[in-house]
């Protein structure tokens, strides 16, 4: 497989003198599906940002498909931010905009911008993204408003605008911890089965370990800046996963991934 992501010695010191990262060495290879846990405060969102440079790195390298990133300029880091889409917790979705063009969004990055400005994408775009809203279950919400959807729904279309970018990596940053645990199962199986389908890789930070088990190829564990896990799902022990959230034990039970429940309907959606 080939390698998509390299970071040597990734460090991140905030303002306040917080050392958010300490050191942080990873390789991520195409196709892999890795699941970041650890406590509140690890370094877990900034590791996520670091990579596509929403937050700056302090010291370190980060090499996404031969481009250095972090010494990248403004039109070489449009160029990767192009090929990683990013899942936020919030959705970070335009509220009074449809969900069809929110999903469209994911397209701006292979635009002129004349064309994203006035909003002019490409028939194509639309069969696309509309695909996708099907392909989640959102068929029956493509001209809805965003502010009209559940938290769940918004979640669903944020997945489609990432995977409409047609990424080569997503990050997924805590992607249900807004969630109830069966709106949390629906948005773990769609960025998991998608990513897979089109063989996306994915670094998703969670906090709950079970569903780290449940979906992930590999897991990487973070404790105050420091890579203390990275290994396969099966070799995450309880001792392992207690000594990554040591003193913040109840953190890694937070709400577990629900089973789909059977559905008389036979639409896999609620
Ligand atoms: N903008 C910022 N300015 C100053 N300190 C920050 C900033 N963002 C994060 N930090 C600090 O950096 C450390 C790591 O934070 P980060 O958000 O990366 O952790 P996390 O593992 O994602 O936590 P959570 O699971 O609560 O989101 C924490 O101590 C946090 O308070």
Redesign the pocket.
């Known amino acids: 497989m080939t390698i998509l992501l390299e970071i040597k010695g990734l460090t991140k010191k905030?303002?306040?003198g917080?050392v958010?990262l300490d050191g942080i060495d990873l390789q991520v290879k195409s196709k892999e599906f890795i699941a970041v846990i650890?406590?509140?405060?690890?370094?877990?969102?900034?590791?996520l940002r670091c990579i596509n440079r929403l937050v700056e790195p302090t010291s370190g390298s980060i090499d996404f498909l031969g481009q250095r990133v972090e010494k990248a300029n403004s039109r070489d880091l449009r160029h990767v931010r192009s090929q990683i889409g990013m899942i936020f917790q919030h959705y970070n979705l335009v509220s009074r905009l449809s969900v069809l063009e929110n999903v469209l969004h994911g397209r701006l990055g292979y635009m002129s911008s004349i064309a994203g400005v006035f909003n002019r994408y490409s028939e194509e775009d639309k069969k696309k993204a509309i695909a996708l809203l099907h392909k989640v279950g959102l068929e029956n919400e493509v001209y809805k408003r965003a502010d009209e959807l559940s938290g769940g729904q918004k979640q669903r279309v944020g997945v489609c605008r990432a995977l409409a970018q047609q990424p080569q990596l997503i990050l997924a940053d805590?992607p249900i911890a807004s969630l109830d645990p069966k709106s949390s199962a629906v948005v773990m199986d769609a960025i998991h089965r998608n990513c897979t389908e089109q063989g996306i890789a994915c670094l998703v930070?969670l906090?709950q370990v079970e569903v780290a088990k449940q979906y992930a190829s590999r897991i990487i564990g973070?404790k105050n800046?420091k890579m203390v896990f990275d290994g396969p799902p099966e070799a995450l022990t309880d001792y392992h996963a207690a000594l990554i959230y040591e003193g913040k034990e109840s953190q890694m039970y937070q709400q577990q991934v629900a089973e789909e429940q059977p559905n008389p309907t036979g639409r896999k959606y609620a």
């Open positions: 905030y303002n306040a917080t958010a650890g406590p509140s405060g690890a370094g877990k969102s900034t590791l805590e930070n906090h973070i800046g």
